[in-house]
Each structure stands twice: as C-alpha cells, then as structure tokens.
Nanobody, 122 residues
Framework: QLQASGGGLVQAGGSLRLSCVTSGITFSIYRMAWFRQAPGKEREFVAS????????YYEDSVKGRFTISRDNAWNTVYLQMNMLKPEDTAVYYC?????????????????WGQGTQVTVSS
C-alpha cells in the first residue's frame, strides 16, 4: 500500500528526492512520515507532515537540509534531501498513521513502505 522510491548513491553535498505513493488508504486523513535505519542501528524518525501539509516536524540533524511535503491529489509524500552527508546513509521508510499521538514514535504508524536505500559517499 506504500511504495517508496527515489533512493540511490550520491556524493556528499548532493541531493535526492524520495517519493512514497500510497494506495488502499484514505491518504488525505493520514499523518505521513519518513523514518530511516542505518546498519546496526535502530529505526529513527526523520520527518513527518500532518494531513493538510500545514505542520511538519524534523529530526534535529536534518533540519534545514530535508523538506517533507505531500500531494493529496496524487496520494504521494515526498522527502527532498539536500546537502547530504555520509551519516544520512540508511534505508528510508515511509509510514502512515491515523491516530498518531507522538509523531516521532514509529509505533503509532500503521502502514509502512518497503524502504529505499540511500547511500552517501564521502
């Protein structure tokens, strides 16, 4: 129901745009988020956006570099990643939650995409 794409290999300082297309859910009522998981580490929150797109949250290390957005007409959420760093290397997952109380807590998100690999070389 969630299909993430757009990952790849990029040099430090470069940019990537991730997309997550959803199906089978009423996209416009869901809070959407991106999480990431690096090898040997736990999954961590990256960014989230509320149903209307009017409120966004970011993990501190990506503030000013990443931008989350959504297009409710196309049931798609995006993550624009600029000024990428090697420490951004991870598998990135999109997630959807209808009853999210704590936006950074993965447990509140009901649906998950399959992940897309982002690798940033130094």
């Amino acid at each position: 129901q969630l299909q993430a794409s757009g990952g790849g290999l990029v040099q430090a300082g470069g940019s990537l745009r991730l997309s997550c297309v959803t199906s089978g859910i009423t996209f416009s009522i869901y809070r959407m988020a991106w999480f990431r998981q690096a090898p040997g580490k736990e999954r961590e929150f990256v960014a989230s956006i509320n149903w209307s797109g009017g409120t966004t949250y970011y993990e501190d290390s990506v503030k000013g570099r990443f931008t989350i957005s959504r297009d409710n007409a196309w049931n798609t959420v995006y993550l624009q990643m600029n000024m990428l760093k090697p420490e951004d290397t991870a598998v990135y997952y999109c997630a959807a939650g209808a009853g999210v109380v704590v936006t950074t807590n993965a447990g509140y998100y009901e649906y998950w995409g399959q992940g897309t690999q982002v690798t940033v070389s130094s």
